[in-house]
């Protein structure tokens, strides 16, 4: 036994603590501002005519003006954020869509209209716009109060109500076999709600340190025989170490607490993380219109509530970056202490785009919200079909019985 490693010369820097450190504190936290200047008065017009009746194209991703059919994009996030190697960050860095949201500030928004002077409430909780009942403007809410209502950015749907129709009809059109019959009964993808869903993205510079135990085998023999007979090996035990320095971009982390619950005996939030990743490099400047049609849920989560998150996510990349230098352990290589230090992160707010169906199923006395999402971006699918477990059971019996035939068969004892 040894406590060399098979390669190099040994002199691998020892394990850091199991601990996370926090981000160096001569670097304070600093904010940069995402707002959309040119939304200030809370009039979204037209560039071309004026006009207040905007709402998106899916179809190309882009505004339209339901009035001269002008069409346009907001500039792309990455343009009004100042440019930053990942790898020199150091702190964190918050956009002021992501600051950590006042308890104290009303859902409820009154907003004076530029056209007539009419004052126009907005309940955020429901909608982000309101059209004036006197001069007809609409208003909506581009103004980064911090009730967590309005993001830094936004990722515009492309995929369409039609397209998504069609792919959520192919889903469960595959699982029809074993599907409830309820769920048959009462299946209607046209109902298919188009959501803006909140989210934290984070660009995050860390450092992962490693060890524990590799094992490299060295002889393999059999003794005894029959029934007695077992099989050994020997093998040589190393002290394995790691350090790791890596950058991560365009991290997507749930903002809303009641989407982050993963419980699967109530629901199938689950599904959502099935359809990532977003282009989130594309996402857009905040402007309220992207929502016109569509429905949204507020962020109810701050920065430092989904800091265990980020951790979680950064000590799963480093463990799979370790892999290939660890490959000659041909016994495997077991981990017994990480440390996890994050040198910098900047975290956006974003409201990412999802198509979603959503079915309650009761049986038994037992209740599942049953969803089947699609990517607003991609077109990606996946979600839970309600199943009919005696179909089910009845089927695998079956095909267990034929396969017993045919195993009796072959060993010709028919």
């Known amino acids: 036994m040894t406590t060399m490693p098979p390669t190099g010369d040994g002199t691998e820097p020892a394990p850091a603590d199991p601990v996370v450190a926090e981000p160096p504190s001569e670097n304070p936290n600093a904010t940069i501002d995402t707002a959309n200047q040119r939304l200030d008065d809370g009039l979204n017009r037209c560039p071309r005519c004026g006009a207040?009746?905007?709402?998106?194209?899916?179809?190309?991703?882009?505004?339209?003006?339901?009035?001269?059919?002008?069409?346009?994009?907001?500039?792309?996030?990455?343009?009004?954020?100042?440019?930053?190697?990942?790898?020199?960050?150091?702190?964190?860095?918050?956009?002021?869509?992501?600051a950590d949201i006042a308890a104290d500030v009303d859902v409820v928004i009154t907003l004076k209209c530029g056209g007539c002077g009419a004052e126009v409430v907005v309940n955020t909780n429901e909608q982000m716009g309101a059209r004036c009942h006197w001069c007809r403007h609409v208003l909506t809410i581009n103004e980064q109060i911090p009730n967590g209502a309005v993001p830094d950015a936004v990722l515009p749907f492309t995929v369409t109500h039609d397209q998504a129709v069609a792919t959520i009809n192919r889903f469960a059109g595959k699982r029809r076999r074993f599907a409830h019959r309820a769920f048959l009964r009462d299946f209607k993808p046209e109902n298919i709600v188009g959501v803006y869903l909140p989210y934290l993205v984070v660009d995050a510079n860390a450092s992962v340190d490693v060890g524990g135990v590799g094992e490299v085998q060295t002889r393999r023999y059999t003794e005894g025989s029959g029934d007695d007979k077992e099989t050994y090996y020997d093998a040589d035990i190393y002290a394995v170490e790691r350090h790791i320095d890596f950058t991560a971009d365009n991290l997507t982390i749930e903002a809303s607490a009641e989407r982050a619950n993963q419980d699967t005996s109530v629901n199938t939030n689950n599904i959502i993380n099935t359809i990532l990743p977003f282009d989130t490099e594309n996402a857009v400047q905040w402007n309220a219109s992207y929502l016109t049609g569509f429905t949204s849920e507020k962020r109810d989560q701050n920065v430092v509530h989904v800091t265990?998150?980020?951790?979680?996510?950064?000590?799963?990349?480093?463990?799979?970056?370790?892999?290939?230098?660890?490959?000659?352990?041909?016994?495997?290589?077991?981990?017994?202490?990480?440390?996890?230090?994050?040198?910098?992160?900047?975290?956006?707010?974003?409201?990412?785009?999802?198509?979603?169906?959503?079915?309650?199923?009761?049986?038994?006395?037992?209740?599942?919200?049953?969803?089947?999402?699609?990517?607003g971006r991609t077109g990606e699918v996946m979600g839970s079909v309600p199943v009919a477990t005696q179909r089910l059971v009845l089927t695998a019996l079956a095909v267990g019985t034929v396969v017993e035939a045919l195993v009796i068969a072959l060993l010709g004892l028919s």
């Not at 500039?75 to 002021?96: C, F, M, N, W, Y």
Request: aromatic share 10%; glycine share 8%; charged share 20%.
């Open 52 to 98: 207040t009746d905007i709402q998106l194209r899916p179809s190309a991703g882009m505004l339209v003006c339901l009035f001269c059919r002008h069409e346009w994009a907001e500039a792309r996030l990455d343009e009004s954020v100042p440019a930053t190697d990942v790898a020199t960050l150091t702190g964190t860095v918050i956009g002021t869509g992501a």
């Open 308 to 375: 265990p998150e980020l951790e979680h996510q950064l000590l799963s990349i480093a463990r799979a970056q370790v892999v290939p230098s660890v490959e000659a352990y041909d016994r495997g290589v077991r981990w017994e202490r990480e440390g996890l230090q994050v040198h910098g992160a900047r975290w956006l707010a974003m409201y990412l785009p999802v198509w979603l169906y959503s079915y309650y199923h009761e049986e038994r006395g037992k209740g599942m919200v049953h969803y089947i999402a699609v990517n």
